[in-house]
């Protein structure tokens, strides 16, 4: 197997997906074309899990750091 081209954009990654599903979904492909459809299908799906992956993480991240409080020099308020 080779590995995903981690050259293509999201977008571009998708776009190529998707033409491949609708051309194997049409049976327009020998079963070794299809074949190998599948293999470069299965490789950017994963390419497009890691990025969707790899935003999640940056959103979590950013939400993360606006819910806690940043302030320096601070004490917890003691009631006594």
């Known amino acids: ?32 074309d299809a074949v190998a459809a599948y293999e470069r299908g299965s490789e950017l799906k994963k390419q497009c899990q890691a990025r969707l992956d790899e935003a999640r993480l940056k959103v979590d991240k950013i939400r993360a750091a606006k819910a806690s409080p940043e302030v320096d020099g601070s004490a917890p308020f003691d009631a006594e």
């Not at 571009?12 to 599903?21: C, M, P, S």
Request: glycine content about 4%; hydrophobic content about 40%.
């Open 1 to 32: 197997m080779t590995s995903p081209d981690t050259s293509l954009s999201f977008e571009d990654a998708l776009k190529e997906l998707e033409a491949i599903v609708d051309k194997l979904e049409r049976g327009e492909v020998s079963l070794d």
